[in-house]
């Protein structure tokens, strides 16, 4: 059983929003989904290479509890809701499947 995980990426370009939307997800959507996801962690990032780029990452058991989520009404309902907190902020996903983990 290898992990799965779902990656959104944001971009945020108005840089005097950055601070209110990094708030939002911190304690609103970022909570949110990883309850409502059922993820066992979720991290995020901010781009140093370019200030406006920000990611978040939920880790899956597996891949079918992924596609499960992806089916879910969770989804939508939580999407919906950052349509309409932040509806200037464009987004795209990914998901991934664990292929190698290497621990020193």
């Excluded at 509890?65 to 939508?76: F, I, R, S, T």
């Amino acid at each position: 059983m290898r992990a799965a995980f779902f990656v959104v990426r944001a971009t945020v370009p108005d840089a005097s929003k950055r601070a209110a939307f990094d708030r939002w997800y911190e304690t609103e959507h970022l909570p949110d989904a990883a309850k409502a996801f059922g993820v066992s962690k979720a991290w995020r990032f901010w781009s140093l290479d370019d200030p406006s780029l920000h990611q978040a990452m939920y880790q899956f058991d597996d891949e079918a509890k992924l596609n499960a989520m992806l089916k879910g009404d969770a989804l939508q309902e939580l999407v919906a809701d950052f349509n309409r907190d932040w509806p200037d902020v464009k987004r795209a996903r990914e998901t991934l499947v664990l292929a190698q983990e290497f621990a020193k």
